[in-house]
């Protein structure tokens, strides 16, 4: 798996690792133990960051215990999602109890807050409970609030929507964030699943085969790596054999150019 590093943050990151929305909101030993499958194959591939919110149910909790002794191995992306003070500082005690006293990188959900969160979670890095600090929102009218953090140096990384078929984040975050040596982190990499289901036979896919892509999903998490302003993608999963196919995007030859369009023209 190749690795990245987050903006100027100094924090390597592979290139592929792994959300938890719907997929690990899961209740019961039997549910677990596929995550935990899951995780196996994340960590076997070398795909050891997970991205979690308190905005996603039981997930969280149920990343913590399907990591186990395997914490200190991981990259926990977490995030703080709410306008209540008192809330927000509840959602940090919880995840700082499951997460071995270490929330890696840790953002502010939508924007909830943002001010009086940031402040916080600045006040516990300088603790040492907290790494990288981050924004994420999966709207594209919310992008210039974040680029006003950006531009006002306020996170070191940001977590927005792209893929073949969602390009709003190239025309201002992607560039700022280069310019502004900012990481970023693609949540919805395969569209919540609807793009990864578009049906694209062998012989489309012939042409990507040079590039080390033998699926859809492949390819279209292939088509974001390609971009080096993007630090590392995030598709979600309840099969472990699907993390594995995704993690393989993560090495490479990267797409060129023509490339790119080709497999944009098969994503619309
Ligand atoms: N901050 C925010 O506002 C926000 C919003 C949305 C998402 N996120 C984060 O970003 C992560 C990823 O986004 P997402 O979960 O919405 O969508 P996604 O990763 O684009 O797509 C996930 C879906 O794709 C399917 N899938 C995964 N690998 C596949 C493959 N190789 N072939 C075919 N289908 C495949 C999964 O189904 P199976 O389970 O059946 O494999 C799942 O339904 C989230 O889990 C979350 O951590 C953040």
């Known amino acids: ?20 929305w719907r997929t690990f909101d899961v209740r019961g030993a039997a549910a677990e133990a596929g995550c935990r499958a899951v995780l196996d194959a994340a960590f076997a591939a070398g795909a050891n960051l997970f991205d979690t919110s308190p905005m996603y149910g039981a997930a969280e909790e149920v990343l913590s215990r399907s990591l186990g002794a395997r914490r200190e191995q991981a990259l ?27 929330v890696d990188i840790y953002q502010v959900h939508n924007l909830v807050a943002v001010d009086r969160r940031l402040r916080t979670l600045g006040r516990l890095r300088e603790e040492g409970a907290v790494r990288v600090i981050g ?17 006002a140096r306020k996170v070191e990384m940001v977590q927005i929507p792209l893929n ?50 033998t699926t859809w999903a492949q390819a279209l998490l292939k088509w974001i ?3 080096p302003r993007v630090s590392c993608v995030i598709p979600a999963t309840s ?19 023509e490339m790119r369009r080709y497999v944009e023209r098969l994503a619309d």
């Open 164 to 213: 073949a078929a969602d390009r709003a984040a190239e025309k201002e975050i992607l560039p700022a964030a280069a310019d502004l040596g900012i990481g970023v982190m693609v949540m919805r990499p395969l569209g919540a699943g609807r793009l990864a289901q578009k049906s694209v036979s062998e012989a489309q896919l012939a042409p990507l085969r040079d590039y080390g892509v």
């Open 239 to 257: 099969k472990p054999a699907r993390m594995t196919e995704n993690a393989a995007a993560g090495e490479p030859p990267w797409l060129d150019e």
């Open 1 to 20: 798996m190749q690795c990245r590093p987050l903006g100027i943050t100094g924090l390597d990151v592979p290139v592929v690792g792994m959300g938890t």
């Open 225 to 227: 790596l390609s971009d």
């Open 135 to 151: 924004a994420t929102h999966y709207q594209h009218d919310a992008y210039p609030e974040l680029l006003a953090l950006m531009r």
């Open 76 to 102: 926990v992306a977490d995030k703080v999602w709410t306008a209540a003070d008192d809330e927000a500082d509840a959602q940090i005690a919880r995840a700082l109890a499951w997460y071995g006293g270490l």
